[in-house]
């Protein structure tokens, strides 16, 4: 086949739509990546999810509920605690945490019967807060 002028315009014609299609899907997929998340658990036990029970136990609980960590300011021991608690947010969305200083907040920590620093009190529901 002979490329004549023509037939050379529209190849590249055809050529630039493909382009600009490729990175119109890429930017699509980067845009969808931000607005939506998809997490699976594909290790072997289910260390990332929260095993089926407690997600029973969390989707029949009609009221919310709520985490306070009584920790320093550790951002590494901040992070690990926020993965903890998104476990079960991802299963019950209106799981709430909240990180309190227990060296500066005394009288909370006592009111919730937290003894050493590094420990968790669960609130269900609007009670004890």
Request: hydrophobic residues 45%.
């Amino acid at each position: 086949m002979k490329m004549t002028k023509t037939s050379h315009r529209w190849l590249g014609l055809h050529n630039a739509i493909f382009y600009l299609l490729v990175v119109l899907v890429i930017g699509l997929l980067g845009f969808l990546s931000r607005e939506f998340t998809f997490a699976a658990d594909w290790t072997q036990g289910g260390v990332i999810a929260c095993s089926a029970p407690t997600q029973t136990l969390l989707k029949n609980l009609d009221q919310p509920l709520a985490f306070i960590a009584y920790i320093p300011d550790n951002p590494t021991l901040q992070t690990q605690v926020k993965d903890l608690v998104a476990k079960y947010q991802r299963v019950k969305p209106d799981t709430t945490l909240e990180f309190v200083n227990p060296d500066l907040d005394p009288a909370r920590a006592q009111q919730d019967g937290i003894e050493h620093s590094g420990q968790l009190a669960i609130h269900l529901g609007n009670a004890a807060r």
